[in-house]
């Protein structure tokens, strides 16, 4: 591995880490970037370190062009930003806890068992393009953002950002991360809490077309390439492994859904069964 800039503070990506490395990284920096808080990160090592860190987009930026310095980097390791709000609205510990999930203002609840697990968001023919983890009585996210045709852009690992266009920006303000394109059009907003999921922007479209466009209020079913039914104001309070089911079934006859859903969108003749 090779530091990122050798006059900079010697920050290097950890490139190589197994999945029980990154998972007590996790643990370590209580699931989110040292220096805010914000649930997509990459893990480095920071200097002199054999433990990563987690780190967002926007201050591994800023270490690296030493507007933040290593030594601030070493009390907020000491310290990470999530240690401090641990027991603050939305962050407390509470392993049994129903979160309520809303994606473009409809709401279904994810219930954990203290153990973990997932709970499927959006699930598009066998792909889980949103998905949230439960870990230690914290969330974390793996999501697919594509662009309107289902072209992948971004993608993010239990918070681990693993591909990404170069030259977007990262915020995460108080609970809500947002992600803007190099024109700084907004790509996708969410508020991302321990108890709370609200995602109001982001494509979710596989690479045939079918999927979800999530844009303010509304949920909007694609079905090869076009806008099938839309989901507006909906709640549904039973328990479900997860909230919103794309399942191609003229294309994909084998697949089967991996539980059951709050609102499912299957094709299986020529575009019905959208739901309003
Ligand atoms: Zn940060």
């Known amino acids: 591995m090779q530091p990122i800039e050798a006059h900079k503070p010697d ?19 209580f699931y989110g970037c040292v220096f805010c808080g914000s649930p997509v990160f990459r893990y480095y090592f920071p200097p ?48 049994n806890r129903r979160v309520q999930v809303s994606v ?9 068992v203290p153990g973990g697990g997932e709970q499927y968001c959006i699930w598009v ?10 870990e230690s009585g914290w969330l974390c ?21 693993q591909l990404s266009p ?24 969410a508020q991302l809490c321990n108890d709370r999921v609200l995602l109001t922007k982001g494509n979710f479209i596989d690479s045939f077309g079918d999927g979800f466009v999530v844009e303010g209020n509304r949920v909007i079913a694609m079905l090869d390439g076009q806008k ?17 089911a794309l399942f191609n079934k003229i294309r994909h006859p084998e697949l089967v859904m991996p539980g059951n859903f709050a609102f499912v969108c299957a094709a299986k003749r020529k575009y019905p ?4």
């Open 104 to 112: 473009g203002m409809n709401t279904v609840y994810a219930d954990f």
């Open 11 to 29: 920050l290097t990506l950890a490139t190589d880490l197994t999945n029980q490395q990154k998972s007590e990284a996790r643990q370590q920096c």
């Open 125 to 134: 023919n066998g792909q889980e393009l949103f998905t949230l983890h439960s």
């Open 228 to 244: 099938g039914g839309q989901y507006m104001h909906r709640i549904e309070p039973g328990r479900y492994k997860g909230g919103w």
């Open 48 to 95: 002199d370190s054999l433990s990563a860190v987690l780190i967002c987009p926007l201050h591994a930026k800023q270490l690296r062009s030493a507007l933040l310095s290593a030594s601030t980097l070493v009390e907020r390791m000491k310290q990470p930003f999530n240690q401090q709000r641990i027991n603050k609205p939305g962050f407390s510990f509470d392993p």
């Open 273 to 276: 069964g959208t739901e309003r």
């Open 141 to 161: 996210f793996s999501f697919v953002l594509s662009d309107t045709t289902g072209q992948v852009l971004i993608r993010v690992e239990k918070g681990e950002l």
């Open 166 to 189: 170069d030259q977007w920006e990262y915020s995460y303000e108080v609970n809500t991360l947002k992600i803007r394109d190099q024109q700084r059009r907004l790509q996708f907003t």
